[in-house]
Every structure is written in C-alpha cells, then in structure tokens.
C-alpha cells in the first residue's frame, strides 16, 4: 500500500477511485457560481422588490438605477475575471513568459496603460466623478491654453483679454454647447464604450466560438447547416435592421449593443471552426482522448486554451470595430441620444466646430487612441500568445 | 497466464474510403492496414518495423482505438480474470477502463504536449480523468513519477517549451505510465529525437518496462533500434505483416526479401558481416491499388523467374520493371530519341537507328545488350520492335504475356520456420529449392 506522504501511481486502487465517482469541483467553479448567483439575486431584487421608478440602491442610500446594459456589463466583467484574469494569475509561470514576450513591444505597452486607463476611469470614474450637469450659462468654455472670442460665451469662466475668453482648470477640456464639462463626459463616456466594447465583443466570441466548436465537432450535416448560415450573416445588411428597429420600437444604446454582438460573430466561428479542425489533428489532442477523457474534456481543456489566444487577438480588432461603429451612427444621429458616449459628443460639436473645434477633436483623439492602442495590443498579443503564428509570418 | 497472450490482433483492417464528388460516392478505399495479426506477451516488447507508411501506425491507432479499425479484431486481457476480451467491440466505459490498461508515447514529443499545461496537469490530467479528485493526491504522484523518469518534482509547474526534446519525450513516457497500464505503444519514441539522446530514452524504455512489468508494441522504421529494444519483430510491408519471429532469429536469418533489405541497411561496424546494401527497386505501390499476389513483388530483388526462363536475377528484375514502366505507359520513347538525336553528330539529321534508342532505354532500365536467355530475348526484342514502331499498346500486351513472375498470381501463405518464426514468401514455400535459386542464377 502507498505510504500517505509518498503516494505512487502503481499503487493506485483505481477501482476504488472510478467507483467512488463524481466530477472534481474546483474552488474557481464554486466562486464563480456564487457570483452569479449573487448577480442573479440583485437582479431579481431590482426587478421584483425595488418599485419601478425608484432606484436600485436606493434602499442603501445611493441614487443609482442599474439599467439592463450595467447588468450585462457586470455578467461580462465578470467573465472576463473568471476566464482571463484568474486564470493568468494561477499560471503565473506562463503569464510571467507572456510579459516577456509582449513587453518587447514598446508601442503595446503605451497602449495597454492607456487601455487601462479607461478600463479603470470606466469602471469606477462615474462612482468618484459627479456626472456632468448643463449648464448654460457656462456654454462654450474653452479647454485651458485655448480661447474663444467672446461673443459666443455667456460668462467666461476663466479670464477674458482683449474680447477672448481663455479656458481655465475648472473644464480642463473646455464644455460643451450646453454647458457641461468635456472631461466628465469623456469619463462617463468611457463607461460606455466598455460597454459597448466588451458586452458586444464578449456576446460575438462566445456565441462565435460556440458555433465554430460544434461546426467542427459535429461535422456532416450540422457543419453545413452553420456555415451557410454563417455565409448569410456576413452578407446580412446589419444597419438596415437596426435602422427598422429604431423606426418600430425606437433605438437605444442597449438595441445597439445587442445588434452588434447577435451579427458580427461569423468571422470568429469561421475561425474557431478551422482552428479547431487543425488543432485536433495534433497529438496532445489524440493523447488527451487516449487518456480517457471525454470530447467536452478535450474539448474545455485543449481545445479551447490553445485556440483562446487566437480568439483574443481576434477580439482586439472586433472592440475597436464596434467602438467605431457607435460613434458613426452617433455621428449619423442614429445613436442614443440619452447616453453621453464619446460618438454623441463628436456629434454634438459637429455644428461649432469652426469655433468651438475642442468638442468633436477632444473625444475625437480619445476615440482615435482607443482604436489605436487595441490595434498595436492585437499586433503584440498575437506575437506574444501564438509563437507559431509570427514563426509562419516570418518565414 | 503466462500461455496466453495479453494482447492477440487477428486480422485487424483499417482501410479508408475515398470518395468523390458531392455526394461522396465511395470509388475504392486506401488499404493502410490489410489484415495483420501478431500476438503480444506479457512483458514482451514486439517490435513493428517498416518504411513510412506501410500502415504501423495507423495499425497502432486503430488497435487501441483512437481510429476505428474497420475489421479484425483485437483481443486483450484486461487482468480481471475474464481473459481475452475484444476490443473493438467494447462501449464507452469498458474503453474508459481499457485507457487504464494500453497507453501510447508518441513520436513528437513537442507536439504530444499541450503548450498552455504544465507538464505537471498533462501527466496528471489521465488521474483526473479517470476519477482521482484530491489534487495534492495526482500531484504527489506525478511528482514522484517525474523522477522516475529522471526529471525533478520541480518541473511540474513548467511548461513544455522550457525543456528540451529528450526531456520531453520523458515527460511523455510518464503520462502513458501514470495509469499504471499493462501495454505501452510507442510509436516512433525517438525518431524525432537528436541521435545523441536516443540510446538514454531508449534505455530508460528499458529500465521501466523491466521494473514494471510492461509489454510493449515498438513500433520503428529503424532495424538497429528494433534490434535493441524488442524481444520478438514484426515486419510490415503495404498493409501486411511479411515476416515476423524472435529478433535475434530474424536478424540472423532473415527468410523474407523484403526483411533482408531492412536489414542490408543497417550500417555494421563488423566488416566480417560483408552483408552488401541491397537497393530495392521498381516504384513503392500506393495502399489504394496494391499490387496482386506478393505485395513486395514490384520492388522483390528476389522475384521469382518462371520455369521457363534462366536469367540473371537482376536482368529479371529490370525485366520487370521495365513491363511494368511500359504497361503503365511511363516509357517515353519520343523523348528517349530526341535525347539521343540531340547527343548523335551536330550536323548529321537522319533519322536514329531504331537500334541506338532500344541500346539507350536498355541502359535506363539495366537491362543488358543481350538477355542470356534466348527465349526471354526473342519476346523482349519482339516487344521493342513494337515501342519503338510506337505501337505501345502491343508492346505491353507482348511484355505482359511473355513476362509473368509466379510471385504476383497468387498470395503466399506464412510458412513456419520454427519457434514462431514466420514469413510469408514462395522462396521459402519452396524450399530447398527456392533457397538456392540464388546461387543458380548466379551462372
Ligand atoms: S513472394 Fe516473390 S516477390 Fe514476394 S517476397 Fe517472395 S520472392 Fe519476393
């Protein structure tokens, strides 16, 4: 019999062991089943107990009313804590090979400070910073270092020479046609755009990696069934649907949101499908199978760890994609009005900009630098998690 | 229990369709595996030779089920005491449970291991699999065998790229051992590795199986690798086993052609051994269409003359493959005469003798002037005259006819040649005879 400190694999009574049965439940499984099941819990509190009118944690004293995409937001976080910080922290020995790998790219680096920057000013900027209120009287203020002649101002909240209003470090960002601060709306507006970022990416990958596996998995009829329909998405006009649905039931950045990760997953099933298809064909895949293990085994621990990194790089180009898109229809006026996204402040300066240039331009440059900091992190995720791919690159 | 076998393949199939067309339509099907049979003991290492892609390792994978094997059957006994049961037969449990008793190393070690695990979680993930749920339990126990192997606890926690080739390949042998099984398949275990690391893989392959009783399938297209490691060989030629036995007797005393070229090209120190490279000829056959009788008789340095003939066996051979170039329709005869017009005199135009074109496809073939037997010259002429008059057609219906080795009209059968040394060829169903054909043909 093994020794209790010394236990070796030939004295093993696996008799005892398949017999006693049961699936291993990991601390993870447990944590991350709580915290939907709190998510669950609040949002059944939100929707049965609490009146309608009266915000969610009010009985707390905080006057906040969690809309529908603050949930979807707080599903998403936490997934991306569960499935992609978790599990960087516990490998750490990996995680540490990756920053190696990632940190020769200066640029990637800028980017994913910057990144986090709006990722925390996002997340907790609404809670620390007052949401910014209109106010007329103080139209038009210009950011500091910048003036505006001073007819077009009300009152000049900094100090006003020779018929220029300059701006001051009230509104570092200057304000807005009807007075409210630029800063606080890029703050709030980051908020927004991770939410349009990150609910409708995290919707298209796993819905994409879904149909991509079981495409691949399934084979025959099913895998033709889903590809064609894939065919169909891709050529599917998006626009002209949500156009329909704001003209029959109204628009809003919810609609939005779920528009864009309900149609734009194809690109990832197509590439998860041929991913997946290539990598069962490698010998850790046979081996897994060989030892026993399930196809939803092999599947949960193989497949879709060496296809993730491919899904991530994916993801960087999709956030910027959707990120672009709100502020085009914003742009267009086809937006949600009601929430202060980065696109509608563009459009608000749209008519002042041969005065008032600073409120399209500061989110604009906002704007412009997300989409670029995703675009040099995808180019340097892609170095660093998949080797094999920059070796096929180079050769 | 020693008299019976752990594992007894018999007949075992594996042939894939090939399809065509939209709807599929089966037209024929690759024979990678035609019907082999061997036995394994217990702690038996056979080894299972052959060039690339003969069928062993698609033998391998369909006799422990990662492909499905399309016929045959594969017996094994499973040491609970209800002897030989087959395997192909056995549902999901009884195959969960079989895992625990057949594992395989495989060739790439670097491609056996997923990159994003540690090899710690890939060794233990077959514990976890099969049930064990107390983590410090399968890490304890992969850490001890990670030593085994001759590597350190440490390493759990590492990741595949950081250890070389060898290292890996050890790695790999702990994960088919973790389960404790009874059978190992090793499929190439050191053909990807660097030379200088493969006689301590193959000697720790060794030790383990010793120490633990294992039986082996080696499977290898290297005889002097096989020479060390297996008790008894199999040699495996388009599908078929050709000759199996004890390995020393094997090598020893090779009964097979086919084996006896394996063999020739074993490097040997010993120069008493004047044991000359034998080049096989004729093209390797595809497993789609193999060819009838004797698979090996298109490349058989030993391919048998009908009684009619007397030749050199070499002219034989080339005899052959020039048949089987011409029937084939591979003989270009335009090229081959503006080949040898282009070397004739610059500014002589006329046309080339019929005779400087035959003297040149003869010299490709290795065919001489003249065949010594009068007979095999006439008809061989008779068929020139016909390629060269660019009557093709005839001229491999002529060589066809006239050309026939008993070798491709009919299967040899396994002849017994004592303590389960069997091969499968007409030289020695004909024994004393055929044995010294050979030397005949030689005058
Ligand atoms: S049967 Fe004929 S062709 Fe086949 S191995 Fe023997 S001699 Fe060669």
């Given amino acids: ?395 | 229990m020693t008299e019976r076998p752990l594992l007894s393949v018999r007949n075992l199939e594996k042939h894939y369709p090939i399809t065509e067309g939209v709807l599929s339509r089966r037209v024929g099907a690759a024979r990678a595996v035609d019907g082999i049979s061997f036995d394994i003991a217990r702690g038996e290492t056979l080894g299972l030779v052959g060039e690339s892609g003969c069928g062993k390792s698609t033998a391998a994978s369909s006799l422990i089920r990662l492909e499905e094997p399309t016929g045959g059957r594969v017996l094994f006994d499973d040491g609970r005491g209800e002897g030989l049961r087959d395997v192909t037969r056995f549902d999901e449990a009884d195959l969960k449970a079989f895992r625990r008793n057949a594992q395989m190393i495989f060739q790439d070690p670097s491609s056996s291991l997923d990159p994003r695990m540690t090899v710690g979680s890939s060794v233990a993930e077959s514990l976890m699999v099969h049930g064990m749920t107390d983590r410090t339990r399968r890490r304890k126990i992969v850490e001890n065998l990670l030593e085994d192997v001759g590597l350190s606890a440490d390493d759990y926690d590492r990741y595949p790229h950081e250890f070389s080739g060898g290292q890996k390949q050890r790695i790999g042998l702990a994960r088919a051992l973790v389960l404790n099984p009874d059978l190992i398949i090793a499929d190439e275990p050191v053909s990807a590795l660097d030379v200088s690391v493969r006689a301590e893989i193959l000697s720790l392959v060794d030790r383990l199986q010793e120490e633990y009783g294992l039986s082996m399938l080696f499977i290898s297209h290297d005889m002097s690798v096989v020479r060390d490691v297996c008790d008894r060989v199999a040699v495996m030629y388009l599908g078929k086993i050709v000759e199996i036995g004890e390995t020393e007797e094997v090598f020893a005393n090779p009964q097979h052609p086919y084996t006896e070229a394996l063999l020739s090209a074993i490097p040997t120190p010993d120069p008493r051994q004047r044991r000359k490279g034998i080049e096989l000829t004729g093209k390797v056959p595809s497993p789609v269409d193999p060819p009838d009788g004797c698979r090996f008789h298109t490349r058989c340095h030993r391919v048998i003359q009908p009684d009619e003939y007397d030749l050199e066996q070499s002219h034989w051979r080339s005899l052959l493959n020039f048949r089987d170039e011409v029937v084939a329709g591979a003989v270009d005869v335009g090229k081959v005469r503006e080949s040898v017009e282009a070397g004739a005199a610059d500014g002589d135009a006329e046309a080339t003798p019929d005779a400087a074109v035959e003297r040149e496809i003869r010299a490709d073939f290795g065919l001489p002037e003249r065949l010594s037997d009068a007979a095999a010259e006439r008809r061989l002429g008779d068929a020139f005259d016909r390629l060269l008059s660019g009557n093709e057609d005839e001229a491999a219906e002529t060589l066809a006819a006239a050309f026939v080795t008993p070798c491709e009209e009919s299967v040899p059968e396994f002849v017994d040649h004592g303590d389960g040394h069997r091969s499968a060829c007409f030289l020695t169903a004909r024994d004393e005879r055929a044995l010294e054909r050979p030397a005949n043909a030689e005058r």
């Fill in chain 1, 1 to 395: 019999m093994a020794t209790e400190d010394s236990p070796r694999f030939d004295t093993v009574d696996w008799d005892e062991i398949t017999s006693g049965g049961g699936r291993e439940v990991t601390k993870s499984l447990v944590a991350l089943g709580a915290s939907l099941a709190g998510l669950a819990a609040l949002l059944l509190y939100d929707y049965v107990v609490v009146p309608d009118r009266t915000a969610t944690f009010a009985a707390v004293g905080w006057g906040y009313d969690v809309t529908k995409l603050d949930w979807l937001l707080a599903l998403s976080l936490l997934f991306v804590a569960f499935y992609g910080a978790l599990p960087l922290y516990r490998n750490e020995r990996m995680t540490r090979y990756y920053w190696k790998e990632f940190k020769k790219n200066r640029p990637a680096v800028a980017s994913l400070v910057f990144l986090a920057v709006v990722f925390v000013g996002g997340v907790f900027g609404p809670l620390v910073i007052s949401s910014p209120e209109s106010e007329l009287l103080r139209q038009f203020q210009p950011p500091v270092f910048m003036e505006i002649p001073q007819n077009y101002v009300i009152e000049c909240v900094g100090e006003r020479a020779a018929g220029v209003c300059r701006g001051t470090w009230q509104h570092p960002l200057g304000t807005t046609p009807d007075g409210r601060d630029i800063f606080k709306m890029i703050v709030y507006g980051m908020q927004i755009s991770m939410k349009v970022g990150l609910i409708a990416t995290l919707m298209a990958v796993v819905i994409g990696a879904s149909v991509g596996t079981v495409s691949a998995y399934a084979g025959g009829m099913v895998d033709e069934v889903l590809m064609r329909y894939v065919d169909i998405q891709q050529s599917f006009p998006t626009l002209v649907l949500y156009l329909l649905i704001i003209y029959t039931w109204g628009g809003g950045l919810f609609t939005m949101v779920l528009l864009f990760g309900l149609f734009s997953w194809e690109g990832t099933a197509r590439y998860v499908r041929s991913n997946a298809l290539s990598k069962s064909e490698e010998e850790y895949m046979k081996a897994s199978r060989l030892s026993g293990a399930g196809t939803y085994h092999t599947i949960r621990r193989h497949l879709i760890p060496n296809t993730a990194s491919s899904i991530i790089t994916d993801a960087t180009l999709l956030i910027p994609a959707f990120l672009l898109a709100e502020a085009q229809l914003s742009f267009l006026g086809l937006g949600d009005t009601s929430v202060a996204s980065w696109g509608q402040l563009i459009s608000v300066g749209r008519d002042h900009l041969s005065y008032a240039p600073w409120i399209t331009l500061a989110p604009g440059l906002v704007l412009f630098l997300t989409i670029l900091a995703f675009n040099f992190l995808g180019d340097a995720l892609l170095d660093a998690l998949n080797p094999e791919a920059r070796a096929e690159a180079e050769s």
